[in-house]
């Protein structure tokens, strides 16, 4: 299995502030027939379901504010909100597609300062 | 838009099987555009993909949980069911059914149904 590792488990961010979540794959989710990272990033808040924020590990999903962002490649990748609001507390998890059996990281809760 | 919603009881006895149904509406399981898969979460813990079917039939699981697990699809209702044998409290949960696109990205999710292991 292709082990997803997150770092830090929680932040805590002041409003405005940039949060930067990273994650760690156990080997390459970078297909190289067609150049894609197969690793997706979702936000998941208290007691909803999880929800799609990034793919192709930098894609912005329809609707998603432009303070998120994705960026890395091969097995290192972050999340990155760049201006902190209340409605970003939540838990973050990034999810790789690469590989059977799925995987996710543990996830990185994000709070308020 | 397709909305996914998970049905089934929410307490299950040790040993027992676990059934759940995942009721498909604005799109179609019959497509051959999507996966439909369920994925799971205990409670406070993160995600575990249980397995994942298409609409041919073809499955694929877990190999965690692939002893136990059957996942199957009824294109004219529009459903994809789940069964999970033998459970015990481990397997208490909240069960998410979702769409999966070809390229295994998960992009749509149900609300999910908390399922407890208890005699």
């Known amino acids: 299995d292709v082990v997803m590792t997150q770092s830090p488990d929680s932040l805590t961010v002041s409003l405005g502030e940039r949060a930067t979540i990273r994650c760690k794959s156990s080997?390459?989710?970078?297909?190289?027939?067609?150049?894609?990272?197969?690793l997706a990033w979702y936000q998941q808040k208290s007691g909803q379901s999880p929800k799609l924020l990034i793919y192709?590990?930098?894609t912005r999903e329809s609707g998603v504010p432009d303070r998120f962002s994705g960026s890395g490649s091969g097995t290192d990748f972050t999340l990155t909100i760049s201006s902190l609001q209340a409605e970003d507390v939540a838990t973050y998890y990034c999810?790789?597609?690469?590989?059977?059996?799925?995987?996710f990281g543990g996830g990185t809760k994000v709070e308020i300062k | 838009q397709v909305q996914l919603r998970e049905s089934g009881p929410g307490l299950v006895k040790p040993s027992q099987t676990l059934s759940l149904t995942c009721t498909v509406s604005?799109?179609?399981?019959?497509?051959?555009?999507?996966?439909w898969s369920w994925i799971r979460q205990p409670a406070g813990k993160g995600l575990e993909w249980i397995g994942h079917?298409?609409?041919?039939?073809?499955?694929k699981y877990n190999p965690s949980l692939k002893s136990r697990v059957t996942i199957s699809v009824d294109t004219s209702q529009n459903q994809v069911s789940l069964n999970l044998n033998s459970v015990t409290a481990a397997d208490t949960a909240v069960y998410y059914c979702?769409?999966?696109?070809?390229?295994?990205?998960?992009?749509?999710w149900g609300r999910g149904t908390l399922v407890t292991v208890s005699s």
């Open positions: 080997q390459s989710v970078l297909y190289n027939s067609n150049n894609k990272n197969y």
């Open positions: 192709w590990a930098s």
């Open positions: 079917i298409y609409s041919s039939g073809t499955t």
């Open positions: 604005g799109g179609s399981t019959s497509g051959g555009s999507y996966y």
């Open positions: 999810h790789q597609y690469f590989n059977s059996p799925l995987t």
């Open positions: 979702a769409r999966e696109s070809r390229d295994a990205l998960i992009d749509n």
